[in-house]
Structures are given as C-alpha cells and as structure tokens.
C-alpha cells in the first residue's frame, strides 16, 4: 500500500474516533439523538469502507467502496459552529475521495477501452 494511501488510512481512523468522542458529548434530547446516530453512521463509515477499498480486488469494488466512502464523507458534513473541526476534516475528505473516485472511474474506463482496441 502507498504511502498517500496509508495516510489517508489514519486519517479516516482519526476521522471516526474524533466523530465517536463528539457524539459522547452531544445532550440526549431526540433530536442530538438522531442527528448523532446519522454522524456517527456516516462518519465511521468513512474509515470502514475506505479500509475495504483499500483491500478491493478489482477495479470494480474499489470504485464501488470508494463511491460510498466518497457518500459517508460527504454525508458527515454538518453545518453546526460547534462542530467546525469535524465539518472541516469531512470536507477534506469528501473532496479526496471524490477526486479519487473520478480518477478511478477514468482508469478504469481507460482500461476498458484499451482492452476493446486489442
């Protein structure tokens, strides 16, 4: 695994324990209660599919699974004051995976098309 690859690694990693440790402090009214849950899905979500795609074995799954790590970034991004550290980490994300996924699919479409000219 490269080292860019291993990087973003941790940083999703880093990305799903800080998400963790901010819904711990959320208060239990209905509301914080949902809108953690959906954070919490989403932002760990982020670090478990990208760690599966990392282990893809074809180029299909590995688009695929950065697709939905691309989707859970971009979900984990709120919009509250509270939060700024984390809605920026999911942003950054977010724009990774999906220059990531784009460069993915053009390969692969690349690819594709070489095979057809043979």
Do not use: W
């Not at 998400?19 to 478990?48: K, Y």
């Not at 180029?59 to 991004?77: C, H, N, Q, R, Y």
């Amino acid at each position: 695994m490269s080292d860019k690859s291993e990087q973003l690694k941790a940083r999703t990693e880093a990305f799903a324990v800080a998400v963790v440790n901010f819904c711990d402090t959320l208060p239990h009214s209905m509301a914080a209660r949902r809108i953690g849950e959906q954070l919490l899905d989403a932002g760990t979500s982020v670090a478990a599919n990208y760690r599966a795609a990392c282990r893809a074995y074809t180029t299909p799954l590995f688009i695929s699974k950065l697709a939905i790590v691309d989707e859970e970034a971009d979900e984990s991004e709120q919009n509250a004051p509270i939060i700024n550290n984390l809605e920026q980490e999911a942003h950054e994300l977010a724009c990774i995976f999906s220059a990531s996924l784009r460069t993915a699919r053009l390969n692969a479409r690349k690819r594709r098309e070489a095979k057809r000219k043979r």
